[in-house]
């Protein structure tokens, strides 16, 4: 299933007015750069207490000095709006369900999806359970943004709102709150849940083929593909309580109506982070045993969409003078919208974040009649409660949003299923919607200044649930998996489960104490990559859906033997291991292939670029570009006419070892297909069939003469603003969106350019920033970000950094006030003032 963008539909009297009015407008210089911020001279500050320093480098990046943690919050909202206050806006009238104010009733089914989840709504309710400082910290966050917002209207915030302006759209924003910034931690968690899409797909799958082919598309995990994250050594296996899970059967019912309207649902939610099975990361910790400096070496990135602007903000926060009172000296990657850092390094310690994969979600049958529900033998009442959605252009919208005690139902905004009676349901049950204090967590972060602070930091960060891994300036490197983590009392998460027996709720949570961790192994490093965390040792049951480790094997693999070479390992080596783009589906496929006698001429031009192709998925191979059209037709030829369109092979991972399976048994059922009655194919035929429809493919695509033929090209990236980038109006779209950019890599492989083979080859998924921490000199940091800090379109920041990370590049990331001072392009001062409006 695939989640959709934010798609704006234009009615055509409003193209019309649009196109006949773009050129005198949104064009013109005035128009695009009047929202272009200043960044030397000063302004002034409702609430500051000390004038706050921001200095900027040649690619715009801020370093903020301040005398207080109020007063550095305050800075870094100010900073945020500068630069991308529409990326703000946008997020959170998405976490809030507010898209149809903005965009009109083309939103409506997105918005209802997150009111049905209630992101803002469990972000209200985690206001008060946070630290005092915490909310001190968002409040003056939001003071700083609300500071850059007085005095300014309409196409002043971003050329964005003089385009909302011109369609009559609100170009109005409204002042940033604290629940702003908390709401877009339900985005984050939403976008990193793990395998509730599997989930669902299993299930319906099964309601069409027997289970055991449904198994076989979802094979067990093998560590002689990816070794787990930590070793058997650091497990204890005996449970600590009665808190296990069970496995479990999957249990159907006769729910597959119900099934099918929550599947709708989920495909309504908003892709924020990413869009797909590609979502995750890659990162590793080397300690100094190991590298050039004799101390540690920290690599991290995330995969991410492609958006424009990136996911990211670079950024420094700096207390002029560190202590108890004012604990900040932090560098790394934000969130626009929420104040702190969430990936980087302080003076004393570095932290990086992969995506754990733990099952988080769990989708529960349920028996119901009216607005009553099955628990337990006793039908009882549900919750309910309504939600009006506002519709620019149009009525409001009222829906009814119906839970049970497993959560809100999915299925209902189905009317076909709402409407039945007596039928079935489906609840989610989703951590991320019981109140939580990760908000705590990222703060402590920030300040922890060694193994244990770290700990203490990780034990609040509830959602969604990530490996930590970790190194210090004292040559310690450490791995902790936090998260707020079900125990079920039956099931395993795979399929789902009936809610009215109360046998599969769930029991409690992993207790923190007992979640995987280590510090300093023995090897020398640690490799995290979505691979599951730990063997079968472990007690308890973190999931069932982890990466099958392509990603985690590889970069093992490279590390092991730069250090078994004698190589002492530095930043450019993590950033060569950041940039591999060597295939595991070329291994598994290519043997095969191989053993294929290439014809003379035409079709076997193919087939003899791979005859001395080294697996590589470099952006100018014409072996690579015709080896991923050999891959893509495999699976559709294999699978496409046994699955339906919607559960088709997106072709990472998990689709490398189904098909790694399948190759060893040629007759499998899976290779027939059942659309051909006179001929009963087997593996030999369809891979014959798929290299001579690559080779047509290629043909129509990049021209007869293989060996021009390019990966790139067929791979290319498109950055796209996710509003009025996906408009379908030319001129809109190129005011916004940048690109196509040739890139190598793919899914599943190191540097993971990921592509959906259900849809095409273009790139859907990136490695949205690249760091690497020197922990022995802090300054010989290296970071790179997938565009720019800036978030207005031609602003010299929009795309600065596309072409270096597209390469390799990367950029000091500088972190001591010297070497900001020395490379300091920019100043701007924030100034108090005793009002709350700025002076004349």
């Given at each position: 299933m695939t989640r959709r963008r934010i798609v704006i539909s234009f009615s055509v009297v409003a193209s019309l007015v649009v196109l006949a009015l773009v050129a005198a407008t949104v064009l013109s210089v005035w128009s695009v750069r009047r929202a272009f911020p200043d960044y030397d001279g000063r302004d002034y500050v409702p609430r500051l207490t000390a004038e706050v320093e921001i200095v900027r480098d040649e690619h715009g990046i801020a370093h903020i000095y301040a005398d207080t943690p109020e007063d550095l919050f305050r800075a870094q909202g100010y900073v945020h709006a500068q630069d991308r206050f529409w990326q703000m806006d946008v997020r959170r009238h998405i976490t809030a369900g507010r898209l149809s104010e903005l965009f009109g009733a083309d939103q409506v089914e997105t918005d209802t999806f997150v009111r049905t989840l209630g992101w803002r709504r469990t972000a209200g309710q985690e206001l008060p359970l946070i630290r005092p400082e915490t909310r001190r910290y968002l409040d003056s966050y939001a003071d700083g943004v609300n500071a850059w917002m007085t005095g300014r209207s309409g196409g002043e915030f971003g050329v964005a709102y003089t385009l909302l302006g011109l369609l009559g759209g609100d170009d109005s924003p409204e002042d940033w709150a604290a629940i702003d910034s908390l709401s877009w931690l339900k985005a984050m968690a939403w976008d990193l849940r793990s395998n509730l899409e599997d989930e669902i797909t299993r299930a319906l799958l099964a309601a069409e083929l027997p289970v055991e082919r449904v198994e076989q598309l979802y094979p067990e995990w093998s560590a002689d593909v990816g070794e787990p994250i930590v070793d058997d050594e650091y497990v204890d296996p005996t449970p600590p309580s009665e808190l296990v899970g069970m496995d479990g059967q999957p249990v159907l019912?006769?729910?597959?109506?119900?099934?099918?309207?929550?599947?709708?649902?989920?495909?309504?939610?908003?892709?924020?982070?990413?869009?797909?099975?590609?979502?995750?990361?890659?990162?590793?910790?080397?300690?100094?045993?190991?590298?050039?400096?004799?101390?540690?070496?920290?690599?991290n990135d995330p995969h991410l969409a492609p958006t424009m602007p990136s996911t990211w903000y670079q950024v420094g926060l700096h207390c002029r003078e560190v202590s108890q009172a004012c604990p900040f000296d932090v560098t790394g990657y934000s969130f626009a919208g929420l104040p702190g850092v969430v990936i980087g390094h302080n003076q004393n310690v570095a932290w990086g974040f992969t995506n754990l994969g733990a099952d988080v979600t769990d989708l529960y049958l349920e028996q119901v009649q009216g607005d009553t529900y099955l628990s337990r033998g006793s039908w009882v009442p549900m919750e309910t409660r309504e939600e009006t959605i506002k519709v620019a252009g149009g009525d409001d919208v009222t829906i009814t949003v119906r839970s049970t005690a497993h959560g809100p139902l999915l299925s209902d905004h189905d009317e076909r299923i709402r409407d039945v009676g007596d039928e079935y349901a489906v609840a989610l049950r989703w951590t991320a919607l019981d109140p939580g204090r990760t908000a705590d967590a990222l703060f402590a972060l920030n300040r922890a200044h060694d193994w244990a602070s770290l700990r203490a930091a990780a034990s609040t960060f509830e959602v969604p649930a990530q490996n930590i891994v970790y190194a210090d300036v004292n040559g310690n490197i450490g791995y902790q998996a936090p998260g707020r983590i079900p125990v079920r009392r039956a099931g395993d998460g795979r399929y789902p489960v009936p809610g009215w027996t109360g046998e599969y709720d769930w029991a409690g949570f992993v207790p923190f104490d007992e979640l995987p961790n280590m510090l300093n192994p023995s090897q020398g490093y640690i490799v995290t990559a979505n691979q599951p965390v730990t063997s079968d040792r472990y007690p308890f049951l973190l999931g069932a859906d982890f990466d099958a480790g392509q990603?985690?094997?590889?970069?093992?693999?490279?590390?092991?033997?730069?250090?078994?070479?004698?190589?002492?390992?530095?930043?450019?080596?993590?950033?060569?291991?950041?940039?591999?783009?060597?295939?595991?589906?070329?291994?598994?496929?290519?043997?095969?292939?191989?053993?294929?006698?290439?014809?003379?001429?035409?079709?076997?031009?193919?087939?003899?670029?791979?005859?001395?192709?080294?697996?590589?998925?470099?952006?100018?191979?014409?072996?690579?570009?015709?080896?991923?059209?050999?891959?893509?037709?495999?699976?559709?030829?294999?699978?496409?006419?046994?699955?339906?369109?919607?559960?088709?092979?997106?072709?990472?991972?998990?689709?490398?070892?189904?098909?790694?399976?399948?190759?060893?048994?040629?007759?499998?059922?899976?290779?027939?297909?059942?659309?051909?009655?006179?001929?009963?194919?087997?593996?030999?035929?369809?891979?014959?069939?798929?290299?001579?429809?690559?080779?047509?493919?290629?043909?129509?695509?990049?021209?007869?003469?293989?060996?021009?033929?390019?990966?790139?090209?067929?791979?290319?990236?498109?950055?796209?603003?996710?509003?009025?980038?996906?408009?379908?109006?030319?001129?809109?779209?190129?005011?916004?969106?940048?690109?196509?950019?040739?890139?190598?890599?793919?899914?599943?492989?190191?540097?993971?350019?990921?592509?959906?083979?259900?849809?095409?080859?273009?790139?859907?998924?990136?490695?949205?920033?690249?760091?690497?921490?020197?922990?022995?000199?802090?300054?010989?940091?290296?970071?790179?970000d997938l565009t720019g800090v800036s978030g207005h379109p031609f602003h010299e920041h929009y795309h600065d950094q596309t072409e270096l990370w597209r390469t390799g590049g990367t950029l000091p990331m500088r972190s001591s006030e010297d070497a900001v001072r020395d490379t300091a392009e920019h100043t701007f001062t924030l100034v108090p003032v005793d009002t709350e409006t700025r002076p004349p």
């Amino acid at each position: 299933m695939t989640r959709r963008r934010i798609v704006i539909s234009f009615s055509v009297v409003a193209s019309l007015v649009v196109l006949a009015l773009v050129a005198a407008t949104v064009l013109s210089v005035w128009s695009v750069r009047r929202a272009f911020p200043d960044y030397d001279g000063r302004d002034y500050v409702p609430r500051l207490t000390a004038e706050v320093e921001i200095v900027r480098d040649e690619h715009g990046i801020a370093h903020i000095y301040a005398d207080t943690p109020e007063d550095l919050f305050r800075a870094q909202g100010y900073v945020h709006a500068q630069d991308r206050f529409w990326q703000m806006d946008v997020r959170r009238h998405i976490t809030a369900g507010r898209l149809s104010e903005l965009f009109g009733a083309d939103q409506v089914e997105t918005d209802t999806f997150v009111r049905t989840l209630g992101w803002r709504r469990t972000a209200g309710q985690e206001l008060p359970l946070i630290r005092p400082e915490t909310r001190r910290y968002l409040d003056s966050y939001a003071d700083g943004v609300n500071a850059w917002m007085t005095g300014r209207s309409g196409g002043e915030f971003g050329v964005a709102y003089t385009l909302l302006g011109l369609l009559g759209g609100d170009d109005s924003p409204e002042d940033w709150a604290a629940i702003d910034s908390l709401s877009w931690l339900k985005a984050m968690a939403w976008d990193l849940r793990s395998n509730l899409e599997d989930e669902i797909t299993r299930a319906l799958l099964a309601a069409e083929l027997p289970v055991e082919r449904v198994e076989q598309l979802y094979p067990e995990w093998s560590a002689d593909v990816g070794e787990p994250i930590v070793d058997d050594e650091y497990v204890d296996p005996t449970p600590p309580s009665e808190l296990v899970g069970m496995d479990g059967q999957p249990v159907l019912a006769e729910s597959v109506p119900a099934l099918r309207a929550a599947a709708a649902q989920l495909d309504a939610a908003p892709a924020l982070l990413g869009d797909g099975p590609g979502i995750g990361s890659n990162s590793w910790v080397v300690d100094g045993s190991h590298t050039a400096s004799g101390t540690p070496l920290l690599a991290n990135d995330p995969h991410l969409a492609p958006t424009m602007p990136s996911t990211w903000y670079q950024v420094g926060l700096h207390c002029r003078e560190v202590s108890q009172a004012c604990p900040f000296d932090v560098t790394g990657y934000s969130f626009a919208g929420l104040p702190g850092v969430v990936i980087g390094h302080n003076q004393n310690v570095a932290w990086g974040f992969t995506n754990l994969g733990a099952d988080v979600t769990d989708l529960y049958l349920e028996q119901v009649q009216g607005d009553t529900y099955l628990s337990r033998g006793s039908w009882v009442p549900m919750e309910t409660r309504e939600e009006t959605i506002k519709v620019a252009g149009g009525d409001d919208v009222t829906i009814t949003v119906r839970s049970t005690a497993h959560g809100p139902l999915l299925s209902d905004h189905d009317e076909r299923i709402r409407d039945v009676g007596d039928e079935y349901a489906v609840a989610l049950r989703w951590t991320a919607l019981d109140p939580g204090r990760t908000a705590d967590a990222l703060f402590a972060l920030n300040r922890a200044h060694d193994w244990a602070s770290l700990r203490a930091a990780a034990s609040t960060f509830e959602v969604p649930a990530q490996n930590i891994v970790y190194a210090d300036v004292n040559g310690n490197i450490g791995y902790q998996a936090p998260g707020r983590i079900p125990v079920r009392r039956a099931g395993d998460g795979r399929y789902p489960v009936p809610g009215w027996t109360g046998e599969y709720d769930w029991a409690g949570f992993v207790p923190f104490d007992e979640l995987p961790n280590m510090l300093n192994p023995s090897q020398g490093y640690i490799v995290t990559a979505n691979q599951p965390v730990t063997s079968d040792r472990y007690p308890f049951l973190l999931g069932a859906d982890f990466d099958a480790g392509q990603r985690a094997g590889r970069i093992n693999e490279l590390l092991a033997a730069a250090i078994e070479s004698g190589e002492e390992l530095d930043a450019d080596t993590m950033v060569e291991i950041q940039m591999d783009t060597h295939s595991a589906a070329a291994d598994i496929l290519m043997p095969y292939l191989r053993e294929l006698e290439a014809p003379s001429g035409y079709y076997g031009d193919g087939l003899r670029l791979l005859d001395d192709w080294d697996h590589a998925m470099d952006p100018d191979s014409a072996a690579a570009a015709y080896f991923n059209a050999v891959w893509r037709n495999v699976l559709e030829l294999t699978f496409h006419d046994d699955l339906p369109e919607q559960f088709r092979p997106h072709g990472q991972g998990r689709w490398f070892e189904v098909v790694r399976e399948l190759l060893e048994h040629p007759r499998d059922a899976f290779w027939d297909d059942v659309n051909t009655d006179d001929v009963v194919e087997d593996r030999d035929l369809i891979l014959i069939a798929a290299v001579r429809e690559a080779r047509d493919e290629m043909t129509v695509r990049q021209g007869k003469d293989a060996s021009a033929w390019e990966w790139g090209r067929l791979h290319a990236l498109t950055l796209t603003e996710q509003t009025f980038g996906t408009s379908g109006l030319g001129a809109i779209e190129w005011l916004f969106n940048r690109g196509p950019y040739d890139v190598g890599g793919g899914p599943s492989i190191v540097q993971a350019t990921g592509w959906d083979a259900a849809e095409g080859y273009e790139t859907v998924w990136v490695p949205s920033m690249r760091m690497i921490v020197d922990l022995g000199d802090l300054d010989a940091s290296r970071w790179i970000d997938l565009t720019g800090v800036s978030g207005h379109p031609f602003h010299e920041h929009y795309h600065d950094q596309t072409e270096l990370w597209r390469t390799g590049g990367t950029l000091p990331m500088r972190s001591s006030e010297d070497a900001v001072r020395d490379t300091a392009e920019h100043t701007f001062t924030l100034v108090p003032v005793d009002t709350e409006t700025r002076p004349p």
